[in-house]
């Protein structure tokens, strides 16, 4: 499944994505993956979350590249429960144009390996135009 945290900035997504996955690696017996942009939230997170920060990977510059790099995470780790990613408008070249593709390919990701995802978006459902929100949940 993939679970959508929406509203625009400022409006406390990060915090409520940095407390689901310290609340879930608590009691999960899979791993719990936190992607962002940067370094700045790695102390916010426990140790037993793999924290992957997108600056260290300039080179993924499209959305095909950032789902082939999803699936290279996922090859590399069989028990993963749940993949966080915070500020995805703000990661490779994932707009509001093409995140009707982008979601639609994660749910296939999410059915085919039985991992959730939990994706922040600054920007409001209203916006999303095209997203197709089947089998998504919204968490806020």
Known sequence: MVK??????????????????NDLVDNTNGHVIFINKNHRLTYNLKHDIRVICMEDFPHITNSDEYIGFIYGIISSDHDI????????LKHADVSLG??????????????????????SLSAEKEEMIGVDFTDCEILN
């Open 81 to 88: 429960d749940t993949i966080f990613i915070d500020g995805i």
């Open 4 to 21: 959508l945290l929406v509203g625009h900035k400022g409006s406390g997504k990060t915090k409520q994505m940095i407390d689901r996955a």
């Open 98 to 119: 093409n995140l009707p593709v982008f979601i639609d390919r994660l749910k296939k990701i999410s059915a085919m390996f039985e991992i959730e995802f939990v994706v």
